[in-house]
């Protein structure tokens, strides 16, 4: 079945489930690496133009904030799940979903991967995924 990112702009589709996804951010060339990959200026030292490259991320990093949601104002968001700020082994901290509702209290620091999830399906039928994190065991 074809698998489709329902945010192309932010992680690339990984050509098998094995492998990890990539996040698609920047590295300037001051090295600084930032994510999600934009060309307006690095956030510090302000180059812009060439010196900022797209660098693919690994999905790789450790926890420094999660919070369980319980209610919502969005009715297409179903609540309880639990948000994560994860800071990647590049860097960046990328804020998104963990894979699992949980009531359970994650250490600060634990280390964390991305994987890819079903969500949804387009309408051509193509299984739609969306980055989370998962805690690594
Ligand atoms: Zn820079």
Same mark, same amino acid.
């Given at each position: 079945m074809p698998v489709q990112a329902l945010k192309p702009s932010l992680y690339a589709v990984p050509p098998d489930a094995?492998?990890?996804?990539r996040l698609l951010g920047g590295r300037c060339r001051c090295g600084h690496v930032f994510f999600p990959m934009q060309?307006?200026?690095?956030?510090?030292?302000g180059a812009t133009g060439d010196a900022l490259q797209p660098a693919a991320l690994p999905a790789t990093g450790t926890l420094v904030a999660s919070s369980r949601? +319980?209610?919502?104002a969005?009715?297409?968001?179903?609540?309880?799940?639990?948000v994560v700020s994860v800071r990647l082994d590049d860097g960046p901290v990328v804020r998104t979903l963990l894979d699992e509702d949980t009531a359970e209290?994650?250490?600060i620091g634990a280390p964390m991967r991305g994987r890819l999830m079903e969500v949804g399906r387009s309408e051509?039928?193509?299984?739609?995924?969306? +980055?989370r994190f998962t805690r690594v065991s």
């Amino acid at each position: 079945m074809p698998v489709q990112a329902l945010k192309p702009s932010l992680y690339a589709v990984p050509p098998d489930a094995r492998t990890p996804p990539r996040l698609l951010g920047g590295r300037c060339r001051c090295g600084h690496v930032f994510f999600p990959m934009q060309t307006y200026g690095c956030e510090k030292c302000g180059a812009t133009g060439d010196a900022l490259q797209p660098a693919a991320l690994p999905a790789t990093g450790t926890l420094v904030a999660s919070s369980r949601v +319980l209610m919502h104002a969005r009715k297409d968001r179903e609540p309880p799940y639990v948000v994560v700020s994860v800071r990647l082994d590049d860097g960046p901290v990328v804020r998104t979903l963990l894979d699992e509702d949980t009531a359970e209290v994650i250490a600060i620091g634990a280390p964390m991967r991305g994987r890819l999830m079903e969500v949804g399906r387009s309408e051509a039928g193509a299984a739609l995924v969306d +980055l989370r994190f998962t805690r690594v065991s």
